[in-house]
């Protein structure tokens, strides 16, 4: 059967018989099935409360689906299982980094965030201190993070179209960017907070039942015996068993992988739009029952992505995927294809477009609320806006940010933009993190420490990515011309991450103003025991 | 405002404290959170609070870079097969995954048990629904 099988892909390498018909009319299905439950749902979104949070209203169980399913974008579904595929041991590490990461969330942020701030970082982190420098900080991380992650995932579609219709000319890809680009603007305009988690719901449910119902047929076709799949795994790549043992992908640059390990694992719970879902349940036990069923729905996922990505290594060979349009991200389609032929294939592929539009539109939401809120409502209007008035703004910054990540992802196609989610996960881990530790558990913590920490962080991983590697220096460096490379890392987090906790220490003991005793006590207790916090 | 509900209760606070933890106009209920958090209730909630979290995020993040290290840095450790193909390494993986749900599982109880009664006791003390 295995033979028959590994015959079948050479098909679907060449480009032939993918039925590409059928993913449209699955992903179309997908589209309008969402636009409908958006539209139904998105009654109530006359209050800032429900557009931008859904009034706190969803259960512990449906926030957590929709929080696995803001973390299982394109690049982790098709990202770690190629990674897996290709690099083998290497990819696995990465997707662990994604499941230990819940905890930074769980233990030290998501209850005592939901318990003091109402919509976005800034809330918590101006707390105490002084508001505009502060919200302004807050609002630039927020929406230098997003965008940069809006644009990795809106330039990822492309490549995606390529892949998974069969469309190869630029022209098709940019419709295709376009395309998800404005479904993504009707989901946020009409649906508001409310409407973007029930896509997302909608949206993990199908990726989890998919990948679980293809691992739970490929450890049937090995006799439920991962060591076969591993085996087979070790004579369909070019690097024969190594693949099964770590250094594949980072054994030249050992220092850049625990760099890269470390904003994940403190990045992913620090991600603008990550921190907003803390705030769509109504009290901490749901906080924490969003924590259980999201962990569960990711250790699930890694699980099945360890076997899936083996999987694709021993039926389709790392060599075809390397070389097929789309290269590492075509593992699991093809690895579908291989297995359930041009149907699951082209229900894989309506999954990964749905991954696509659910996350792309966590992410507008999430950036438009946060200027809506910290910039217009809080620093514009001095906390007197209309709440009319600041939902209007809300859904223009969405338009915006909308067009602006379509026009930057048909810019940016084609180009190498891996490096923008580890960019935007060094930011997160960077600028957010210390800057909430600290305002939550700091009480010396003030103004001066808050900008230190927020601009130290994003500045530092800026500019240590414009000297690193990814910029200049190396074969797929984006300038080739001239090499002003003088950080040897791809990845900032290691030497970004502590230097912005060093800025909030140090600029918070040399400033030395004492901010206002009264405010720090109301939120610490508020943050422990929700008192007065709606 | 709840005197009278918990007046019966282990936890009654006597009216003259209790005016201590609000401010000048009791008809606003604006709550002193600095006499709140002055409370022995308060305080015993944070500790509890914070000498479970810090010492289980610092377990949980030295045993994660510990397995990134080993994997960087031991790569021969970690290749070593223990069953059939799996190796080393693909254990300690899985073990994060399973380390980590449990974590998960003893904070959620912990939450849900220790840390909900030390809360509700500050509730009690202030006065406010939790």
Same mark, same amino acid.
């Given at each position: ?9 050479? @098909?679907?390498?060449? !480009?032939?018989?993918? /039925?590409?018909?059928?993913? @449209? ?31 706190? !209203? ?19 579904? #098709? ?27 769980? #233990? ?20 105490? #201190? ?72 909608? /949206?993990?449910? @199908? ?59 403190? !990045? ?156 935007? @996960? ?62 040897? +890392? ?37 943050? +422990? ?6 | &405002? ?16 209790? *005016? ?8 606003? %209920? ?25 010492? &289980? *995020? ?6 994660? &870079? ?25 254990? &300690? ?14 904070? %959620? ?20 629904? *939790?």
């Amino acid at each position: 059967m295995t033979a028959q099988l590994v015959a079948g892909t050479t @098909l679907a390498a060449t !480009g032939m018989d993918t /039925k590409p018909m059928f993913s @449209l009319a699955l992903f179309i299905g997908f589209v309008a099935i969402t636009l409908y439950v958006v539209r139904r749902v998105s009654g109530g979104n006359s209050t800032t409360s429900n557009y931008y949070t859904a009034g706190g !209203g969803f259960t512990g169980a449906q926030n957590g689906i929709a929080l696995s399913g803001d973390f299982l974008s394109a690049a982790s579904f #098709l990202g770690i299982a190629g990674g897996i595929a290709v690099h083998g041991y290497d990819g696995f590490v990465y997707s662990v980094g994604w499941v230990v990461a819940w905890l930074v969330g769980l #233990l030290l942020i998501a209850e005592m965030l939901r318990n003091t701030g109402r919509f976005t970082m800034g809330d918590v982190v101006a707390y105490r #201190l002084r508001q505009r420098p502060v919200r302004i900080a807050a609002a630039t991380s927020t929406l230098m993070i997003s965008f940069l992650y809006l644009l990795a995932q809106v330039a990822g579609a492309g490549g995606l179209v390529s892949l998974l219709l069969n469309i190869s000319s630029r022209l098709g890809q940019s419709i295709a960017i376009a395309v998800v680009g404005i479904v993504m603007i009707v989901y946020v305009l009409v649906g508001g907070m409310k409407g973007t988690t029930w896509v997302q719901i909608i /949206k993990a449910t @199908l990726l989890l039942l998919c990948m679980v119902l293809i691992t739970v047929y490929l450890l049937g076709a090995f006799d439920f015996n991962f060591s076969t799949i591993l085996a087979k795994a070790s004579t369909g790549s070019p690097m024969g068993s190594a693949i099964l043992d770590p250094g594949a992908l980072y054994g030249a640059n050992e220092l850049d992988f625990v760099s890269l390990a470390l904003a994940l694992v403190l !990045g992913i719970c620090s991600l603008p739009h990550v921190l907003m879902r803390f705030y769509t349940v109504p009290n901490s036990r749901e906080v924490r029952r969003s924590f259980r069923w999201a962990i569960w729905a990711m250790v699930v996922f890694y699980f099945c992505t360890l076997i899936v990505g083996y999987g694709a290594t021993a039926l389709v060979g790392a060599d075809t995927i390397v070389h097929a349009p789309g290269g590492e991200n075509s593992a699991a389609p093809l690895l579908a294809y291989a297995i359930g032929g041009p149907m699951l294939l082209g229900l894989v592929s309506a999954v990964a477009f749905a991954t696509i539009l659910a996350v792309v539109a966590g992410l507008t939401l999430t950036a438009s609320v946060s200027f809506a809120h910290d910039i217009y409502a809080s620093i514009i209007k001095r906390g007197q806006a209309e709440a009319g008035r600041e939902i209007q703004v809300a859904r223009l910054t969405a338009l915006i940010m909308g067009v602006l990540a379509i026009l930057g992802g048909i810019l940016v196609n084609g180009r190498n933009v891996a490096f923008l989610v580890a960019l935007a @996960l060094a930011l997160a881990a960077s600028a957010n993190l210390s800057a909430l530790l600290y305002s939550l558990f700091w009480k010396r913590y003030n103004t001066a420490g808050a900008l230190a920490s927020i601009y130290g962080g994003l500045g530092s991983c800026v500019l240590l990515i414009a000297l690193s590697p990814v910029v200049s220096g190396a074969k797929d460096s984006i300038v080739k011309s001239v090499d002003f490379h003088v950080f040897p +890392l791809s990845n900032p987090g290691i030497v970004s991450i502590p230097f912005s906790f060093l800025c909030g220490w140090a600029a918070t003991l040399i400033s030395g103003r004492a901010e206002d005793p009264a405010k720090q006590a109301e939120m610490e207790v508020r943050s +422990l025991t929700a008192i007065e916090a709606d | &405002m709840n005197v009278a509900r918990h007046a019966e209760g282990r936890h009654s606070v006597p009216a003259e404290l209790r *005016s201590t933890l609000f401010e000048a106009d009791p008809a606003e %209920c604006h709550l002193d959170f600095a006499a709140i958090q002055r409370t022995p209730e308060f305080r015993a909630l944070r500790r509890k609070q914070r000498n479970f979290v810090f010492p &289980m *995020s610092l377990l949980f993040m030295l045993w994660f &870079m510990a397995y990134v290290l080993l994997s960087a840095y031991a790569r021969q450790f970690m290749a070593i097969k223990v069953l059939g193909l799996i190796n080393v390494g693909i254990v &300690m993986g899985l073990a994060q995954f399973l380390t980590t749900v449990v974590i998960m599982a003893l904070y %959620c109880s912990y939450a849900d048990k220790t840390l909900g009664a030390a809360v509700e006791d500050v509730h009690l003390r202030a006065g406010t629904e *939790s």
